[in-house]
Each structure stands twice: as structure tokens, then as C-alpha cells.
């Protein structure tokens, strides 16, 4: 059974960087799309960014493009989520999720499994 586990959080300023990992055990995330997204208190869950099987897409938000960058690690089983020039309201929970069809989407929904979460928080 697939599972996933984020780490990389935490507090920084305005204008510093984070890097989330989310690391599968259980199976393989080659053949899946995973995606990376964030709730801040009150708000909806928002699609950050994806990543297809197979790195044949990728995808960004407009209020990242250009400070995010999401890529995969084979060897490791592992997704990263690069966050530079960060903003106080990129600060939410961050969720990643797999994708069993191995679709790149900023929708939620279709979404099978989901990580548990890691909190950024940018001060300004």
C-alpha cells in the first residue's frame, strides 16, 4: 500500500527558500502523478504544483510560477518541491498526493493518496 510522508517545513522570512520532500513507501511513484498542495486556515485546499509520471508535465499555480520547482527523484522514491522567494502567503499546510493514473492536475479530486502534511510559515 502506497503511502506518503512530507517533511521540509517550517519557519523562515520573507524572501528565503524551503525545499518539501515527499518520500512514498510501499510502491513505486514512477507510474504516478503527484501533485503538491496547500490549506491555509479558512481557505480551500489550492493545487501548488504537479508533476506527471514519467516527467512528461508539469504544472504551476500563477502565484508560484517562476519561485517554485517541482521535480522527481527515481533512485530515491522520492518528489521535492523547491520554494524560493517566499512570499507570507505561501503559508499554509502542504500536502502532497499520488495519482494512480499518472495525471499532472491542480484538482484535488482524483487524487488516491495524500501525505499527511508539513506547515510553512513565512514571516514577513
Known amino acids: 500500500q502506497l503511502q506518503l510522508v512530507e517533511s521540509g517545513g517550517g519557519l523562515v522570512q520573507s524572501g528565503e527558500s524551503l525545499r518539501l520532500s515527499c518520500a512514498a513507501s510501499?510502491?513505486?511513484?514512477?507510474?504516478?502523478?503527484i501533485g503538491w498542495f496547500r490549506q491555509a486556515p479558512g481557505k480551500e485546499r489550492e493545487g501548488v504544483s504537479c508533476i506527471s509520471a514519467q516527467e512528461r508535465s508539469t504544472d504551476y499555480t500563477d502565484s508560484v510560477k517562476g519561485r517554485f520547482t517541482i521535480s522527481r527523484d527515481y533512485d530515491r522514491n522520492t518528489v521535492y518541491l523547491q520554494m524560493n522567494s517566499l512570499k507570507p502567503e505561501d503559508t499554509a499546510v502542504y500536502y502532497c498526493a499520488a495519482d494512480a493514473s499518472g495525471r499532472c492536475t491542480l484538482r484535488p479530486d482524483g487524487y488516491d493518496v495524500w501525505g499527511q502534511g508539513t506547515q510553512v510559515s513565512v514571516s514577513s
Open positions: 510501499g510502491y513505486t511513484l514512477d507510474y504516478y502523478g
